[in-house]
């Protein structure tokens, strides 16, 4: 369970809201799962293509300790290990960043900011869930007056930015 706007984000839309975040908070994005450990964190989302969906944005400002680990294919657990993971990013003070995939007709996934707040499951937060809570209202009301609401299916709705809006104009799914 969590908190999560749905939305569509092009690269150009990504720039702006990397600069947004910059103006008022010491951030670190970090990829879900580098190739290699010192891949984990980067400055700005890189081009779209394989492995390059899903980053972690922590604002500095919260206490939290990445943790990266091996991530060995589970369908052949012998094989040489391809990627890494973030791990223990539950509950830790991390806004979710997923991207949308265009030009997928029947794509099942799509774009979202996301916080976890299902806190029963975790050995106590080490952050002030409150002000957490603040900024990350803060970083939807961005996104949510800079995008256009479009009704994906019925009584569903995702947020598209003005880039996003060139490079597909979404419809009902």
Do not use: C
């Not at 939290?64 to 830790?92: C, M």
């Not at 029947?106 to 975790?122: I, M, P, S």
């Not at 961005?142 to 995008?147: D, E």
Request: zero cysteines; a positive charge; aromatic letters at 14%.
């Amino acid at each position: 369970m969590g908190r999560q706007t749905s939305i569509a984000m092009a690269e150009t839309d990504e720039q702006l809201f990397l600069d947004f975040l910059r103006q008022g908070a010491d951030i670190q994005i970090m990829r879900r799962s580098p190739r290699h450990p010192d891949e984990l964190v980067i400055q700005n989302f890189p081009p779209r293509g394989a492995g390059e969906h899903t980053f972690w944005i922590w604002n500095k400002t919260f206490p939290y300790k990445p943790v990266i680990e091996p991530w060995p294919d589970r369908h052949s657990p012998d094989a040489p290990i391809q990627n890494f993971q973030l791990v223990e990013t539950a509950g830790a003070p991390l806004i979710e960043y997923s991207r949308e995939a265009f030009g997928i007709a029947d794509r099942k996934v799509h774009g979202r900011v996301y916080w976890n707040t299902w806190f029963a499951l975790y050995r106590g937060l080490h952050y002030d869930q409150k002000a957490f809570a603040k900024w990350y209202d803060h970083v939807v009301r961005w996104l949510r007056k800079r995008g256009k609401r479009v009704e994906i299916a019925k009584g569903w709705s995702q947020y598209w930015l003005p880039g996003a809006l060139e490079i597909e104009q979404p419809s009902h799914q």
